[in-house]
């Protein structure tokens, strides 16, 4: 039973539950409104390449400015998105104006890179999806190669549809890359059978990389592996030089994380990592 009383024009709850129940249902019909008024933003995070230390890309990654509570993070807000169905147009709004920003930076003279887009599993199982992507594209100007999709492996479960949406998503010229990978469940065998072009290994295998040798055998099989199937590989999450001195020593060719910058929003971005491209030390 939920007994509540009104005090001071506020609803007060019988327990931590029914609170919690309240915020939540507060936070859904606040999310209803924020993409009309505008409250969503996207930060983007640079991908480092540990050759050179330039800039080969960026993930989109998108934020919240709540009007009261301020930024809420997409770990918060993203799965309350899905539940509710609110995701669909959300992920919608986050793709075209990701596409809209990286081809402004294309036609301001920014480096040539690509940006990265974060799929849920309702987005990557909508119908829509590749038309979507497809008038995006065309409406934003942006080059279909510089459009990643990131995707995990366990929206791949069902073979034979994603099998089609991926290949459809290829024939436009856009690139898969699996997120957080060696966390889900799944078969190898995928990687072969499916057009994915880079692989993105989980920050949980780089928090300990220094101390723990499992850690490093399994980043360095998993980049030996990208190495043989011809895919790409970024390793997430580093925020230390001994980190970073590590995966280059494994020849990981590109790493994203704290240790080169946080996810900046896009006229951070333009200053830190634009013309000279630079990287602060
Ligand atoms: P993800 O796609 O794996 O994104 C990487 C997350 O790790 C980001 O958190 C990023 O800020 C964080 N990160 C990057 N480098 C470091 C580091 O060195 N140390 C630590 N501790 N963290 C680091 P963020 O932005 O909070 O996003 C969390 C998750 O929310 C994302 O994980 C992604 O699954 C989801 N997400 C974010 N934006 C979107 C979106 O536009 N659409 C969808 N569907 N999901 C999104
Ligand atoms: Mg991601
Ligand atoms: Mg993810
Ligand atoms: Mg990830």
Not at 33 to 43: D, I, S, T
Not at 94 to 106: D, G
């Amino acid at each position: 039973e939920v007994k509540k009383r009104e005090k001071n024009g506020h609803l007060l709850f019988s327990n931590e539950l029914d609170k919690r129940i309240l915020e939540r249902l507060e936070l859904e019909n606040d999310l209803r409104k924020a993409v009309q008024r505008q409250e969503l933003v996207l930060h983007y995070q640079p991908q480092i390449s540990t050759k050179n230390s330039r800039m080969i890309g960026v993930e989109a990654l998108v934020r919240w400015k709540h009007p009261v509570r301020g930024m809420i993070s997409p770990v918060v807000f993203v799965p309350i998105a899905e539940e509710s169905g609110m995701i669909l147009e959300i992920g919608t709004w986050v793709l075209r104006e990701a596409c809209l920003q990286m081809s402004r930076w294309h036609q301001a003279g920014g480096p040539l890179i690509p940006v990265s887009v974060n799929l849920s599993a309702q987005q990557f199982h909508h119908s829509n999806l590749v038309d979507a992507v497809k008038s995006i594209l065309l409406e934003t100007g942006l080059q279909p190669q510089y459009l990643e999709l990131e995707i995990t492996e366990g929206m791949m479960m069902d073979h034979a549809v994603s099998s089609a949406i991926l290949q459809e998503i290829s024939e436009l010229g856009v690139r898969i890359s699996l997120d957080d990978f060696g966390t889900g469940y799944s078969s190898l065998s995928y990687l072969k059978q499916f057009p994915i072009h880079k692989l993105k290994i989980d920050r949980s295998f780089i928090t300990d990389i220094t101390n723990n040798p499992s850690d490093q055998a399994i980043v360095a099989t998993i980049i030996s592996m990208a190495n043989h199937l011809k895919l790409d590989v970024i390793a997430e999450g580093i925020e230390t030089k001994d980190q970073l001195d590590i995966l280059t020593e494994k020849e990981c060719r590109e790493i994203q994380g704290y240790y080169f910058s946080k996810p900046l929003p896009a006229n951070e971005v333009e200053e830190s990592f634009f013309v000279p491209q630079r990287i602060p030390v």
